[in-house]
């Protein structure tokens, strides 16, 4: 088996950057993916292979990756950013996944 | 845009067997990989298993001695099934569309969800 770890929570102020970060050996060879999970609702995809970005997901989310350390940054926060964020990776065999344990970012 | 919907019963006894289904509107299935995710009440996202389109499934070690995905493409549905379920099966359950992608390091195939349904909440009593 195979862990990503995640801090349990961050907290910033409406208009600061918020970083999430995601560490794992398999993201040295594998890319990592980001979900945003508001309360009572399905995750959302907003971050895919390390970088990318879809276009409905706001420009003030992004990604990186360092090794073997995911990195999600919002930049700017707003108080409707506030929510669950869970990383994701495809194991070493790439046929299955993990996600990590989660942030909860509170922003206010 | 594709869309997809959960259904099963909400409350299944324990030791019995636990079946969901997906039903995927606005886009063929036979297009696509599926998946199942759950999350147990209060806690963190868990993978359960992909069905790829070519026939083959990958499933959660933890898992995989009870857990079984198929695909009905006559209806556009794509199932779970966990038999002899226990307490610790409690959750809320999502299905996925998952997407192919490839190792940044060697191109090997891997895979990732992309649109998720909204999810069905099953409890099984202790």
């Known amino acids: 088996s195979f862990e990503l770890t995640q801090p349990p929570s961050v907290s910033v102020s409406p208009g600061q950057t918020a970083t999430i970060t995601c560490s794992g050996d398999v993201l040295s060879k594998k890319y990592a993916y980001w979900y945003q999970q508001k309360s009572g609702q399905a995750p959302l995809l907003v971050i895919y292979?390390?970088?990318k970005r879809l276009s409905e997901i706001p420009e003030r989310f992004s990604g990186s990756r360092s090794g073997t350390r995911a990195t999600l940054t919002i930049s700017g926060a707003q108080v409707e950013d506030d929510a669950e964020y869970y990383c994701y990776s495809p194991d070493s065999s790439g046929y299955r996944g993990v996600f990590g344990g989660g942030t909860k970012l509170t922003v206010l | 845009q594709v869309q997809l919907q959960e259904s099963g019963p909400g409350l299944v006894k324990p030791s019995e067997t636990l079946s969901l289904t997906c039903t995927v509107s606005g886009g063929s299935i036979n297009s696509y990989h599926w998946g199942w995710i759950r999350q147990p009440p209060g806690k963190g996202l868990e993978w359960i298993g992909f069905?790829?389109?070519?026939?083959?499934?990958s499933y959660n070690p933890s898992l995989e001695s009870r857990v079984t995905i198929s695909i009905d493409t006559s209806k556009n549905q794509f199932s779970l099934k966990v038999v002899s379920v226990t307490a610790t099966d409690t959750a809320m359950y999502y299905c996925?569309?998952?997407?192919?992608?490839?190792?940044?390091?060697?191109?090997?195939?891997?895979?990732?969800?992309?649109?998720w349904g909204k999810g069905t909440t099953v409890t099984v009593p202790s």
């Open positions: 292979e390390d970088t």
């Open positions: 069905f790829f389109y070519i026939g083959s499934t």
């Open positions: 996925a569309r998952v997407r192919p992608s490839s190792s940044w390091y060697d191109r090997s195939p891997t895979y990732y969800m992309d649109v």
